[in-house]
């Protein structure tokens, strides 16, 4: 099974290093990969203000290394994420809230950047994922989800509609018919649902989540990463684009994967028939 160092190395903030221990998440990186735990079991992990703050800094250190090929994001304790912590102090005044405000200063930024990012990432639902919780779950390029896990809407119960990118790929993922009642009736959706109407990758028996998570990002520390983030470009763009487009980007991003020392290292290995040992380059 694969051991995760804990996380201990100075930041650059403010322009200067210092070491940074954070609050609300757990970030540990070994070689290869990097694994970003949200650690407020006792409120499901719910998203405050601060735990935005501390997966950016996260991430900018991520952004930082040349040798990172997969992040993993998962939560501690029973549950993945129950969306926004609706007692945290910026929520707390709803007579007064914009309710968009933490929409386009945290989630939404929060969402592009994974999406960007130009590494898988695995989203391992260890329970219930809530609200902006699911939907940021949603927003991973691979979704692994342990059995007794499950999705929920819920944004509809405090009179919401569902954010963080779930009007977007519900419909996408699911159809428009699920996405209706699932936002509208804000039930909880099993991870064995979730998996059959193709809301996520993979259910897996909760007794064998952990070794298949870890084989899963171990796979993936070691494949051809530029052309994993080749792929997740050329993907998503095609939800867009109509197929003449679609067909051209995927010339200019296979021109671009053919450059990569994996690639020639990929027909070396195929024509020498050994194992291929891919860099990430
Ligand atoms: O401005 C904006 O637009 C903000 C963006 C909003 C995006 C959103 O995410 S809105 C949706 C927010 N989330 C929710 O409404 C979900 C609320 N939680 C629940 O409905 C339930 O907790 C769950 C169905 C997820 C799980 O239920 P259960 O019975 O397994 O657990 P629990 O007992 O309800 O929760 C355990 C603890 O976590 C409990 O704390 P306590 O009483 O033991 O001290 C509970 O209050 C706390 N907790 C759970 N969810 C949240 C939360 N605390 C704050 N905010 C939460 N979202």
Not at 64 to 71: C, G, I, P, Y
Not at 86 to 98: C, E, G, I, R, T
Not at 249 to 268: C, H, I, M, P, T
Request: some cysteine.
């Amino acid at each position: 099974m694969r051991k995760f160092a804990p996380y201990n190395r100075a930041l650059r903030l403010d322009g200067r290093k210092r070491p940074m221990t954070f609050q609300t998440i757990l970030f540990d990186v070994t070689a290869g990969a990097a694994r970003l735990t949200l650690n407020r079991p006792d409120k499901l992990n719910s998203f405050t203000g601060l735990m935005h703050q501390e997966i950016r800094a996260a991430l900018t250190d991520l952004e930082s290394r040349q040798d990172m090929r997969v992040l993993l994001i998962t939560g501690a304790g029973r549950g993945f994420c129950a969306g926004q912590d609706l007692a945290d102090p910026s929520f707390a005044d709803v007579d007064n809230l914009d309710a968009a405000e933490t929409l386009e200063r945290n989630y939404n930024p929060l969402l592009l950047r994974l999406r960007r990012l130009p590494m898988p990432v695995v989203c391992a639902v260890n329970g219930v994922a809530a609200g902006a919780g699911a939907n940021f779950a949603l927003a991973a390029d691979l979704v692994i989800a342990s059995q007794s896990a499950s999705f929920m809407q819920a944004f509809s119960r405090i009179a919401l509609i569902p954010d963080a990118g779930g009007t977007y790929v519900l419909p996408r993922l699911a159809g428009m018919a699920r996405a209706m009642a699932w936002s509208m009736l804000a039930e909880p959706v099993s991870a064995e649902q979730a998996q059959a109407t193709g809301l996520i990758w993979k259910c897996v028996p909760d007794d064998k989540f952990t070794a298949e998570v870890d084989a899963l990002v171990q796979r993936l520390s070691q494949a051809p990463t530029r052309a994993l983030a080749l792929i997740k470009k050329a993907l998503y763009a095609s939800i867009d684009n109509d197929y003449p487009t679609q067909l051209k980007l995927e010339a200019n991003l296979q021109r671009e994967a053919g450059q990569s020392a994996d690639f020639r290292e990929g027909v070396k290995a195929f024509l020498e028939k050994r194992p291929a040992r891919f860099t990430g380059r």
